[in-house]
Structures are given as C-alpha cells and as structure tokens.
C-alpha cells in the first residue's frame, strides 16, 4: 500500500507523536511513504530503491537482497540440516537471505516455551506485536492460545515437559500488513520448520491454522481438517482452527473446546 504521509498540526515539534503515527500507518500496512509532489520516476536516471517503511533487524542481509541465485529451498535444506542445535538454527536462519520477509521484519521470530515439551504448537506468522516483541503469540490470539492450552494444563512457561508447550511459527518474520503467506515462502521455510521440530522432538505437533496445516500437509482447509489426527513428519498431529479466527467466530470455540480435549486424552493415553 502507498500513502501520502499527512501530519496533523504540530505534530513536527512531537518526535514521539510523529514517530506513533508512522507506526500506525505501517500497522495500516503502508510500505511505501509518498511526498505531496508527484514523482515520475521514468525521468530519475538510476533505479530508485523504496525507503523501508519501518526500522528493521537485518544487519546479515545485504540491501541489494541474496548475493547468490541459488535456488531458495535448496539453500534452505542445506543451511537447516547443518544445524545440531536450536541455537544454530536461530542463527541460520538470521543468516538466510532468500527471503524478502525478512527486509520489512524488525525481528526474527524464532520460538518460545520449553523445548522439551511434549507438545508443540505450529502457529502462521508473527503479527505486528510479536514482530517488535521477537516472541510467537503474544497479541490477542497468543493471550487466547494460553488461555485454552491452561484449560487442559499446558503451558508454554511449565518446566515439567509433561504440562509444557514450545511455540513456533511456519514463518519467523512478519508479513506486510499480516497478508497470508505466499506458497513460495512457506515452501522456502519448510527446511526450516522441520529441523525445528526434529530439534525439539515432541511427542505430537498440533498445527493451528491453514499455513501450517499446509505447510506440514500439503492440503488446506483447516475447517474440515480440525480435530481429526493426522501424521506428519512420523508424528501425530491435530489440527486446530487458529485462535485469531476464534476471536472472530466465538462460536467456534466449542469445537476448539473438543479438540482440546482430544489433545489431553491422547496426552493421556
Ligand atoms: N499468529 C500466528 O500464527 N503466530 C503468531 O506468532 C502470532 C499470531
């Protein structure tokens, strides 16, 4: 989205302000800021490169994107198998530059919990408050996912791995204006995702949402898919309707209710 940046009045002689209202508009998903004057660009000569519309972590990428055209997922299965541990993952995947994700992210995204958990929690993409927080689920639909993993006795703070979760997501940055991930991202991060889940070794992956049911499948249609156990990577795996569309349609949380259950019950069994 482009936008033309208005300033409400005296807002220049407020730093904090103007600096609140271009993160607004960046939430907005405005990526590309615009001056009054019209700009025709066939007339500049040299390329212009957009200024990147909000402050981003990326000191390993180079501003002109990969430094080779190697192929993506290709580079991806290779970086993620030399990693032997989570920490080496983290890093490889801060040193991945194949995708353009990671140029409007502030931060990577990498996981949280304890990872020795038995269950594992795939979730889509960082949202805006998980983006400036470098931790998966902690807006709105993180505060739900708490609340209905407590209510079967799972927590992502627990240190017993018996009642503890480890949260990660397909994608570890941002995508602009919270659009869905592209086909060729998900494939691109694949590599990754699966050296994560061999690292932490749970006993069963529950994947919430379309992304990584997905991404972990191959099929979408998480409506039809929820609740029953499939297998993915030589583990058990539920799919869940993503506690973002909870929020929206609270009456599906009756069925969210019963997939919990399933979960506790296969937990116990
Ligand atoms: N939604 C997700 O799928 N993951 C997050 O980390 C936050 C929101």
């Not at 730093?15 to 007339?43: C, F, I, K, S």
């Not at 503890?164 to 998900?186: C, F, G, M, S």
């Not at 061999?198 to 379309?210: C, E, K, S, T, Y």
Request: aromatic letters at 4%; one cysteine or more; hydrophobic letters at 45%.
């Amino acid at each position: 989205m482009d936008t033309a940046i208005s300033t409400p009045e005296g807002i220049e002689d407020d730093w904090h302000a103007a600096l609140a209202a271009l993160a607004w508009q960046v939430d907005l998903g405005v990526t590309d800021p615009l001056g009054d004057a019209p700009v025709n660009r066939y007339e500049l000569g040299e390329p212009v490169r957009a200024t990147p519309a909000a402050p981003a972590v990326r000191t390993e990428t180079p501003a002109h994107g990969p430094a080779s055209d190697e192929d993506p997922v290709a580079a991806a299965n290779a970086a993620a198998s030399r990693a032997m541990t989570l920490q080496d993952l983290q890093s490889a995947l801060a040193a991945y530059d194949h995708c353009d994700l990671k140029r409007g992210a502030r931060n990577l995204v990498f996981g949280d919990g304890n990872p020795a958990a038995r269950v594992l929690i795939l979730g889509e993409a960082p949202g805006s408050e998980e983006d400036r927080d470098g931790r998966p689920f902690v807006g709105r639909a993180g505060q739900l996912l708490d609340l209905m993993f407590a209510a079967i006795g799972l927590s992502r703070t627990a240190e017993n791995p018996a009642n503890a979760l480890y949260i990660t997501n397909v994608l570890p940055w941002r995508p602009p204006a919270n659009r869905d991930p592209e086909p060729a991202e998900i494939a691109m991060m694949r590599p990754f995702v699966e050296r994560h889940i061999a690292l932490i070794d749970p006993q069963v992956i529950v994947v919430m949402g379309n992304t990584p049911l997905i991404a972990m499948t191959g099929s979408k249609g998480i409506l039809r898919a929820r609740g029953t156990w499939t297998q993915a990577l030589g583990k058990p795996l539920l799919p869940m309707t993503h506690p973002a569309y909870l929020l929206r349609n609270p009456e599906a949380k009756r069925e969210a209710w019963a997939d919990l259950l399933s979960l506790k019950a296969r937990l116990q069994g």
